[in-house]
């Protein structure tokens, strides 16, 4: 059961070692729940006087706990360590004296030497990002409430409840944090890649209405957006290919756009899995992104095939939103065990 009181108190005492001088690094998802998380938190640090603070994510294509992240981590001697969206594993993290991880995906273990915060299992529908700006505002260190909620947002739209959102819901309009929850996502989405621009864009704001008026990183994200939405618009009308109860939508595109895509059709087909699989993200590769509406885990029956491997991103994430990456022959076997499978859904 999700007790805020417990879970700040806590918080407060695994960080209360931390010195103001210490090397502080904050690892954080790239889409908005993600980028929100760690430009609340990074907002904050600073605010209290860390001097020696920076943030990261992980490169296109890339698991936060890929070796790849983990030897920039190393090369960077920090000591402790912010984990934020980016689930949490049982791995090591070669000289980082504490590892903090703020979550709401489903927990596959903990690092060595880390502490968990999540708000998993809902309800309540907490993101990463709101549970972050729930935790520092019960603490009293003035988190900015809009960023927690353009997160919030992101993940679970507008009409999940949660602590405390009906109030700022009375001093947010919808329609504007949707509008700039989609500007920071689109950064993630396109072929580019931009992350930078969507944390500054974040970072940089001290109100909402900053995020509301003319900039450069505002400017460079509705660019980004327009380029995602007509990608979309070309390939959602994509005919699926069904193997019993799922269906499969193949496109090619150079834009992370085949969860939305996923998205699009488990609202059409509300009794199939759903798996659209990009060919054309990352070269050499199928990117695949599971959604459903069933009262099933994507997480589960995806493991029914394929072993959850951190390198390809592969089955981790949320019960009815996973997916992965992996070679054309992997892809290949996984459809072919799903063919010659015995397996059943529940309609």
Request: proline share 3%; aromatic share 12%; with cysteine.
């Amino acid at each position: 059961m999700f007790d805020l009181d417990i879970i700040s108190k806590e918080f407060e005492k695994e960080i209360k070692d931390i010195k103001r001088d210490d090397k502080v690094l904050i690892l954080t998802h790239v889409d908005s729940d993600g980028v929100s998380s760690g430009a609340i938190l990074y907002k904050v640090l600073k605010s209290i006087g860390y001097i020696n603070l920076d943030i990261i994510f992980p490169s296109k294509g890339e698991n936060g706990y890929s070796e790849g992240v983990k030897n920039r981590i190393k090369e960077k001697k920090v000591d402790y360590l912010f984990i934020l969206d980016l689930g949490s594993y049982k791995t090591n993290f070669d000289n980082v004296k504490k590892i903090i991880l703020i979550d709401h995906h489903r927990p596959e273990g903990v690092p060595h030497d880390g502490v968990l915060f999540s708000s998993f299992p809902p309800p309540p529908y907490i993101s990463t990002s709101y549970l972050t700006f729930l935790i520092l505002k019960k603490m009293n260190l003035n988190p900015k409430d809009y960023i927690g909620l353009i997160g919030q947002v992101g993940d679970y739209g507008t009409e999940y409840d949660a602590p405390k959102i009906d109030e700022l819901f009375k001093k947010y309009k919808k329609k504007e944090i949707s509008y700039v929850s989609s500007l920071v996502n689109s950064a993630r989405r396109v072929k580019y890649f931009d992350i930078e621009t969507s944390l500054n864009y974040l970072i940089e704001s001290e109100n909402f209405s900053d995020l509301l008026v003319d900039s450069e990183n505002k400017k460079r994200l509705i660019e980004y957006k327009e380029i995602v939405k007509n990608d979309i618009d070309k390939w959602k009308k994509t005919k699926p290919k069904f193997i019993k109860n799922v269906a499969i939508i193949e496109i090619n595109s150079q834009n992370l756009i085949h969860p939305v895509i996923a998205q699009i059709w488990r609202n059409v087909l509300e009794k199939y899995i759903i798996i659209c699989a990009n060919f054309g993200y990352i070269e050499g590769k199928v990117s695949f992104s599971m959604r459903t509406s069933l009262n099933i885990s994507l997480l589960d029956f995806l493991r029914n095939f394929l072993e959850p491997n951190i390198e390809e991103d592969l089955g981790f994430g949320h019960e009815r939103a996973t997916g992965g990456i992996v070679s054309i022959e992997k892809w290949n076997e996984f459809i072919n065990k799903i063919s010659n499978s015995n397996f059943e859904v529940t309609r």
